[in-house]
């Protein structure tokens, strides 16, 4: 059974860091590209960050470009999202999902709440 | 971006009767592959999101064929054939021909 599970979420000051994690288990982790997703409080989904098999190719959505950084460990089966000069604005769950093939993503995590507030 | 635009954005249906989402992209989702990555899901109250269909019409393993998608280019349709209780909740489209993959604003659903 595929299971992801995300953890690391908290309340943060505004410019402060933090950061998650992804534990991935139920599938062979290490040959699929992994993304964050992460939705607002009552709000819809925007996708944040994803990072290609051997994780050689990052990829961000504009907002957190040079904030956020996202990273894997094969030999850990985990996904990581290193969040940095938060912003009130980044407030939401967060989610690690799969992308089984290009353009869509099937599993999703159970997500991690992230509070921004001073 | 491409802008993804869902409506209505919010909708009631009676049981059993057939329920329509429509979702238009600012621009052309086929891909230089020749594939158009249209995906819906469906999100119940502190849930996950859930995977109904990928590929514009591609169904997942598990979701009923009273739902079925359509559309090419920038127009997409979610049907669901009868409406059940569980059906309710809020449906998203996403394109991911394009990075960042970009969401619809969300359809709330109730029954």
């Known amino acids: 059974e595929v299971q992801l599970v995300e953890s690391g979420g908290g309340l943060v000051q505004p410019g402060g860091s933090l950061r998650l994690s992804c534990a991935a288990s139920g599938f062979t982790f290490s040959t699929f590209t992994m993304h964050w997703v992460r939705q607002a409080p009552g709000k819809g989904l925007e996708a944040v960050a994803g990072i290609t098999s051997n994780g050689r190719s990052p990829f961000y959505t504009n907002s957190v470009q040079g904030r956020f950084t996202i990273s894997r460990d094969n030999s850990k089966n985990t996904l990581y999202l290193q969040m940095g000069s938060l912003r009130a604005e980044d407030t939401g769950i967060y989610y690690c999902a799969r992308e089984p093939e290009t353009g869509t993503a099937d599993f999703w995590g159970q997500g991690t709440l992230v509070t921004v507030s001073s | 971006d491409v802008v993804m635009t869902q409506s209505p954005l919010s909708l009631t249906v009676t049981l059993g009767q057939p329920a329509s989402i429509s979702c238009r992209s600012s621009?052309?989702?086929?891909?230089?592959?020749?594939?158009?990555?249209l995906t819906w899901f469906h999100q119940r109250p502190g849930q996950s999101p859930r995977r109904l269909i990928y590929k514009v019409y591609r169904r997942d393993a598990g979701v009923p064929d009273r739902f079925s998608g359509s559309g090419s280019g920038t127009d997409f349709t979610l049907q669901i054939s009868r409406v059940e209780a569980e059906d309710a909740g809020i449906y998203y489209c996403?394109?991911?021909?394009?990075?960042?993959?970009?969401f619809g604003q969300g359809t709330k659903v109730e029954i």
């Open positions: 996403m394109q991911g021909t394009y990075w960042s993959w970009t």
């Open positions: 621009q052309g989702l086929r891909h230089s592959d020749g594939n158009t990555y």
